[in-house]
């Protein structure tokens, strides 16, 4: 069973932590993660770019460690960079220092402030222990990375489950389909009267 959007027992396990901003206000928040990527990047900053969008990209730190000036592009478009750890740890499979330890190799090169789990998977003491991180999470899974779920059901899940203060979470990697579904939703969403936001209780 998929699940697009994480359940009560997640708040409970991850008090602060954001998985939805609460607001009355037609006002949604992208986030990529797994970037950057050399094909992905640029075409998902020039989606952004044409219709005038804000987002935050949570980057892994090897892959920014590999990619410094994709990094640069991101914040000078400007877009916000966010913690996706160093090696993209599964939390309930890891070591909890040295899943601790990863997050922070991945600090200098992308965020000391916010953090978004690997898989949303991170154990109760880890989130304990990375306390000075805000931890993200998301309100609506497109499932775009997964090649078999295909672009017309990752669309639809958007597309239905948009409502104000989501967390939308996309990824920005060469095998993600967000390139491809990503300008149609913009375009739907303004267009049922929605703007993109940057999350300012993060900052």
Known sequence: MRLFRPGFLADCLYPGALFRIKTTERKV?????????????????????????????????????QYPELIHLIQECPH????????????????TLKYVNDVKRASGLTSE????????????????????????FWDIMAYDFDKSFGNEKSLSI???????????????????????????????????GYRFDIIEDLF
């Open 113 to 136: 402030k916010i953090f978004r789990p690997p898989y949303g998977r991170l154990s109760f003491r880890q989130a304990r222990l990375l306390r000075p991180f805000k931890l993200v």
């Open 158 to 192: 958007l597309k239905r489950k948009i409502r104000p203060g989501s967390i939308i979470v996309l990824h920005d990697t060469s095998s993600s389909c967000a390139n491809e579904i990503l300008d149609e939703f913009i375009l739907f969403a303004l267009g049922k």
């Open 80 to 95: 916000i960079i966010g913690n996706h750890g160093y090696s993209h740890l599964n939390g309930w499979k890891t070591d």
């Open 29 to 65: 928040y992208l986030t990529f993660d797994d970037g950057p990527d050399p094909v992905s990047t640029p075409r998902l900053l020039d989606i952004l770019k044409k219709y005038g969008v804000s987002a935050i990209f949570f980057c892994n730190g090897e892959a920014a460690e």
